[in-house]
Nanobody
Framework: QVHLVESGGRLVQAGGSLRLSCAVS????????MGWFRQAPAKEREFVAA????????GYSTSANGRFTISRDNAKNTVYLQMTSLRPEDTAVYYCAADTSPAFFPPYSRSRRDYDYWGQGTQVTVSS
């Protein structure tokens, strides 16, 4: 069983920054690609960013590219999402997710269907 706990979400003004954290337990973290997704009210959960096992390969949605940075600290079993230049449309519940049965290639997935463990989510609200 894998347990994920997100933190760091809060209310922030447009243009501001936030760093989300996701602490992972119950599995060898360094062997697990990780992803961040988000879900706004009345919308489907969407991909935001993902990172491979080692932290050397990352991928972003079009919206996140250039503004968000995903990283991981395998010594701390934690994955981060640094968000800058936040916009009201970034308002959502942000979830981290673990892919415990990753393919050899690509090094991470952008599909929520490939992630089998999820955190409870952390609310990010961006005011205009």
């Amino acid at each position: 069983q894998v347990h994920l706990v997100e933190s760091g979400g809060r209310l922030v003004q447009a243009g501001g920054s936030l760093r989300l954290s996701c602490a992972v337990s119950g599995r060898t973290f360094s062997s697990t690609p990780m992803g961040w997704f988000r879900q706004a009210p009345a919308k489907e959960r969407e991909f935001v960013a993902a990172i491979d096992r080692s932290g050397t390969a990352t991928g972003y949605s079009t919206s996140a590219n250039g503004r968000f940075t995903i990283s991981r600290d395998n010594a701390k079993n934690t994955v981060y999402l640094q968000m800058t230049s936040l916009r009201p449309e970034d308002t959502a519940v942000y979830y981290c997710a673990a892919d415990t049965s990753p393919a050899f290639f690509p090094p991470y997935s952008r599909s929520r269907r490939d992630y089998d463990y999820w955190g409870q989510g952390t609310q990010v609200t961006v005011s205009s």
